[in-house]
């Protein structure tokens, strides 16, 4: 197994790896995710992605925003900068019928439900699954999707689904009244689906997928307020 992965450098607020670099089989890139080109208007500075982030078995998006700024418009923006670059660049670098995994929040959240129900279009199978011992207290869980892209119907919506991705891209990066870039709006998704036929086609199987991921909530916060000695 090989296997290449994007993180942030230390320098500029990131993790230290885990593991033991280097590895013979692993590949550590320290980079911005968001200063690849990932859309049509990237300013030459921005890098090009590398040739191993191609054709993979699997990608992990499980990338996050630094808690660094106090501001809530800076964090809505880098938060929905980071998120669209996760999926241009996992979704792009996926082979046709890999697997992928993304680290969302909140099933019931209009937005999150949207990009459930695009991954469940574009993939044979797809299953939320939230860790107990991290995040049982939390609305945090992963989406995880079997063979993404297989079928020439799901092949369709996923290209269809990255051109609006990279075009929503262009938009957070460079667009708003400043050109400056903006936060995600939640009628950019519209491209996916409208919350209204969310309501209307899909909150049955919303329910289902996020009926573990709810339980395990409520079970975290009981442990919770039990060890507070809150009465339940």
Not at 190 to 216: A, C, K, N, P, Q
Request: hydrophobic share 40%; charged share 20%.
């Amino acid at each position: 197994m090989r296997g290449v992965g994007v993180s942030l450098p230390i320098y500029s607020g990131g993790y230290t790896a885990f593991l033991q670099l280097p590895q013979p089989r692993l590949k550590a890139i320290f980079a911005d995710l968001t200063h690849y080109q990932l859309g049509s208007q990237a300013p030459t500075a921005y890098g090009r992605l590398p040739v191993l982030l191609r054709s993979v078995d699997l990608v992990i998006m499980d990338a996050h925003p630094l808690r660094e700024h106090t501001e809530d418009e800076v964090y809505w923006r880098k938060s929905s900068r980071l998120l669209i670059s996760q999926l241009v660049l996992g979704l792009q670098s996926l082979r046709v019928g890999g697997n992928a995994i993304l680290t969302l929040s909140r099933p019931e959240n209009p937005m999150t439900a949207r990009l459930i129900y695009l991954f469940d279009q574009i993939s044979s199978n797809v299953v939320l699954h939230k860790p107990t011992n991290i995040w049982a207290q939390r609305g945090s869980f992963y989406l995880v999707a079997f063979g993404v892209g297989q079928g020439d119907d799901s092949r369709e919506i996923l290209q269809h689904a990255l051109e609006c991705f990279r075009k929503l891209w262009d938009e957070l990066m460079f667009g708003g009244e400043e050109e400056q870039g903006r936060g995600l709006f939640a009628t950019d998704y519209d491209f996916i689906v409208s919350v209204d036929e969310i309501v209307d086609i899909y909150v049955d199987r919303l329910g289902d997928l996020g009926r573990g991921v709810w339980e395990t909530q409520i079970e975290g916060l009981t442990r919770r307020l039990v060890k507070n000695n809150v009465a339940v």
